[in-house]
């Protein structure tokens, strides 16, 4: 038997858990526009003459971010979009995503900038994973949780801010879907790390840091994905072959079963920190936004962690 869309008559192509809604492609399309949409009215207001760069890595997640900015905002005169797409380095996974990304800013028509860890900083994500010891200095025990990724997340944010801000933007969007942003929740708690809870859910404007827009936060990753598929976007083929992360799949595991047998605790676990922020950053002293000694970069220490990371690798 054929499955009916709730709001109209055409055969159902997905199923919410959370809402309870059966969907053909059209009202799927329509419900996931919508929240994005409702995302960035209500956390990141884009405005007249705001220039959008994209953070676009060539996978699930930033396509559909670029396709819906540039879907929303695409015939606006007065904004202009720009993806940048950055190349760590890493040998038969990133030259395969960053030609995917390539190919659809081409069909979009999007600016296109791509900058790699080789010219900026003299050294590949693949040089720093085969510096062993480089990560046993830096994270010692906790080299296995960290490890590459936390080397690659800041030094790559390093690079997207001092471009998104090269080119006068004043958005720099991110594809991060609810999983993501469930999980960082959890984490963060692990963790104990009140005042990295604060910062992680800023949208405000700090001195020299690009505002960064996350539309995406509100739409579960498998949606994501099936946007992706039906858009005919790319897909993610092949895996990083630095990807420890051990500490976030197991809490993505944990939250995947309890959104099978709770459906809805994705979104109730972010709602819930989004109301939290607000008290917590009134009784919290967030650090001065400082320049970085050797690089001038913001940050909130003498010396930025992109330096004290790259430092260690000499
Ligand atoms: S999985 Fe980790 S190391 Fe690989 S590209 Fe992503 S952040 Fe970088
Ligand atoms: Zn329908
Ligand atoms: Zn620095």
Same mark, same amino acid.
């Given at each position: 038997m054929t499955i009916k869309c709730k709001k109209c008559s055409t055969p159902s192509i997905i199923y919410q858990p959370y809402s309870g809604l059966h969907l053909c492609e059209k009202h799927f399309y329509e419900d996931l526009e919508r929240k994005a949409k409702l995302t960035l009215r209500q956390r990141y207001p884009i405005k007249k003459n705001d220039v959008i760069a994209v953070a676009l890595s060539g996978g699930k997640d930033s396509s559909v971010a670029l396709l819906l900015m540039h879907k929303i905002f695409?015939?606006? =005169?007065d904004i202009r979009i720009v993806a940048i797409t950055i190349d760590?380095?890493?040998?038969?996974?990133r030259d395969e995503s960053i030609a995917r990304a390539k190919e659809l800013t081409e069909r979009l028509g999007v600016e296109h900038i791509v900058k790699s860890f080789r010219d900026e900083?003299?050294?590949?994500m693949d040089d720093i994973t085969s510096e062993k010891k480089l990560l046993e200095n830096h994270f010692g025990d906790d080299k296995k949780e960290l490890g590459a990724c936390s080397y690659c997340g800041v030094l790559r944010k390093k690079i997207l801010n001092v471009v998104a801000r090269d080119i006068g933007a004043t958005k720099l969007v991110i594809g991060h879907n609810l999983d993501d942003e469930a999980q960082t929740v959890m984490l963060n708690h692990f963790r104990g790390d009140v005042e990295r809870m604060v910062r992680f859910s800023a949208a405000s404007e700090l001195d020299g840091f690009i505002v960064r827009v996350k =539309?995406?936060?509100?739409?579960p990753e498998k949606e994501i994905a099936l946007y992706a598929y039906l858009h005919d976007l790319p897909m993610e083929l092949t895996s990083c072959p630095?990807?420890?992360?051990a500490l976030r799949k197991e809490v993505r595991r944990m939250l995947n079963g309890f959104e099978v047998n709770h459906p809805g605790t994705k979104y109730s676990l972010v709602r819930g920190f989004d109301n939290m922020v607000p008290l917590l950053a009134a009784g919290l002293e967030v650090s001065d936004i400082r320049n970085c000694e050797?690089?001038?970069?913001?940050?909130?220490?003498?010396?930025c962690q992109a330096c004290k990371m790259l430092e260690k690798s000499i």
């Open positions: 695409g015939n606006r =005169p760590e380095g890493i040998a038969g996974y900083y003299g050294k590949t =539309p995406l936060r509100k739409v630095h990807s420890f992360g050797i690089c001038g970069e913001p940050c909130n220490d003498s010396i």
